[in-house]
């Protein structure tokens, strides 16, 4: 099935809410009326609201890049997704490799907030990768496997068009060194078979399947027009207009 692509910044932690808020209107400006691609910024928290100030009325969607699974409580730091919601929040990154590897975020947790993202009607962009040690042992598939086998315990083929997956290798993230269109085209075809097992072969082709890791303009054209590559993930390259704009324009020059 073709599926509409989507490309998604996630910011990490960068730009204030006025740096956000500049940024997003010059997204905005560029690609916030066309339709051939969905398109979501995830700024910091703190910038949620002015960015969702700049997007308003366009094609443009907002995304967080973490939440608490409860929905209030005793969390000292955390956010929670009706409070996301409250800031019009549709999408939220989940089990990013910075948070499993810096934060401690298990596959567990990972599975407590993509249910919570789906309980409260917000459309996770679920993240696995294998590191580099990984790759280089020849243990890529098992990794991604455990990763979004467990992460999907409990998701059911009616939510699959709100599933979103990314494929981030984390040797990729960052580095500069992107993984060639075989080397991701393997993964998300393996990725696309995992939720064929799991959500039956109609809900799986209905899953956008992200690649993020060094993706920019001069490498997007021959990632995105892989099968099984619905869009991207994209840091560095998103924390500026032009060069997020032309991987949007890329993706819709992918037929
Ligand atoms: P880079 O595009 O900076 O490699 O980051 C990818 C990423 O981690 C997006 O979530």
């Excluded at 940024?23 to 979501?40: F, I, M, R, T």
């Excluded at 990768?129 to 009616?158: F, I, M, N, P, Y």
């Excluded at 393996?190 to 490498?219: D, T």
């Excluded at 994209?234 to 207009?241: F, P, R, V």
Aim: charged share 20%.
């Amino acid at each position: 099935m073709h599926l509409k692509k989507l490309i998604a910044g996630n910011w990490k932690m960068n730009k204030t809410a006025g740096d956000g808020l500049a940024l997003a209107k010059d997204v905005v400006a560029a690609v916030g009326k066309q339709n051939e691609v969905d398109v979501v910024i995830c700024p910091p928290f703190t910038a949620l609201e002015s960015v969702g100030r700049a997007v308003e009325g366009s094609v443009v969607r907002l995304g967080a890049q973490n939440m608490h699974p409860e929905a209030q409580g005793a969390f000292t730091g955390e956010v929670s997704a009706p409070m996301l919601r409250a800031l019009f929040v549709t999408h939220v990154i989940l089990g990013h490799s910075e948070r499993r590897s810096l934060f401690g975020e298990t596959d567990a947790a990972v599975n407590h907030k993509v249910l919570a993202a789906f309980k409260n009607q917000l459309k996770p962009i679920l993240c696995v990768g294998e590191s580099l040690a990984e790759r280089e042992a020849g243990s890529t598939l098992k990794v991604v496997q455990t990763q979004t086998e467990r992460a999907l315990e409990g998701v059911g083929a009616d939510q699959a068009a709100s599933l979103i997956i990314a494929y981030e290798p984390v040797w990729a993230i960052g580095t500069g060194k992107v993984a060639t269109a075989d080397q991701a085209q393997e993964v998300h075809a393996f990725i696309r078979g995992l939720l064929v097992k799991i959500l039956g072969e109609p809900a799986a082709q209905r899953v956008r399947i992200l690649y993020g890791g060094s993706m920019k303009p001069s490498n997007a054209a021959e990632l995105l027009s892989q099968k099984d590559i619905d869009g991207g993930l994209i840091g560095g390259a998103a924390l500026e207009a032009r060069s997020f704009v032309e991987l949007v324009k890329a993706a819709a020059a992918v037929k």
